[in-house]
């Protein structure tokens, strides 16, 4: 079995409400694309969480999601 993201994957959404001013914030994508121009490519042991960047597009506070990975 292989374990993925399910957000990455498109098979869900995680809605997440930001902290400053309660709107809600906007999936950025993984925070390990933001590294270097190869660090997307990059496995990264996180004990089976996808860490995804939240950006809220009112006050742009940012916030670092655990999203727990899935069996396939």
């Avoid at 990059?42 to 939240?54: F, K, Q, R, S, V």
Wanted: charged share 20%; glycine share 4%.
């Amino acid at each position: 079995m292989e374990k993925l993201c399910p957000v990455c994957n498109s098979i869900c959404e995680k809605h997440v409400i930001c902290y400053k001013c309660g709107n809600y914030m906007e999936d950025m994508g993984r925070n390990s694309q933001y590294y270097d121009s190869y660090s997307c490519d990059i496995e990264i042991d996180t004990n089976g969480a996808c860490i995804h960047l939240y950006q809220c597009k009112s006050c742009n506070a940012e916030n670092l999601v655990k999203i727990q990975e899935i069996f396939i």
